[in-house]
Nanobody, 122 residues
Framework: QVQLVESGGGSVEAGGSLRLSCVTS?????LGWFRQAPGKEREGVAS???????DYADFVKGRFTASRDNVDNTLYLQMNSLNPEDTAMYYC???????????????????WGQGTQVTVSS
């Protein structure tokens, strides 16, 4: 059974950093990070193929870095230079194939994690 379990969320001040992790039991496909702020749609943040190819949403380019360890089955999201607009619940997700074909689309997600909250104060 596929399970995605996120951790690493928390509260930081603007300009700070956080590293999210997602343990991905039974998943070897494209993986992605999404986020959803209160009252907003869930949006894609970053994707990484099984080969390590990455794609990012424009609003996180240069600040966030996705990586994965295929031996430990763990997905990571290093988030630097955080600002209050980054406050959201962050979800990891699995796509349907080895490659992501760009930023993973919400409609292509096969499995979701339960989410981890990130709060950035000004």
């Amino acid at each position: 059974q596929v399970q995605l379990v996120e951790s690493g969320g928390g509260s930081v001040e603007a300009g700070g950093s956080l590293r999210l992790s997602c343990v991905t039991s039974g998943v070897t496909f494209c993986l992605g990070w999404f986020r959803q702020a209160p009252g907003k749609e869930r949006e894609g943040v970053a994707s990484i193929s099984i080969y390590g190819d990455t794609d990012y949403a424009d609003f996180v380019k240069g600040r966030f870095t996705a990586s994965r360890d295929n031996v430990d089955n763990t997905l990571y999201l290093q988030m630097n230079s955080l600002n209050p607009e980054d406050t959201a619940m962050y979800y990891c997700a699995s796509g349907p194939s080895f490659r992501c074909g760009g930023l993973l689309k919400k409609s292509d997600v096969r499995y979701w994690g339960q989410g981890t909250q990130v709060t950035v104060s000004s």
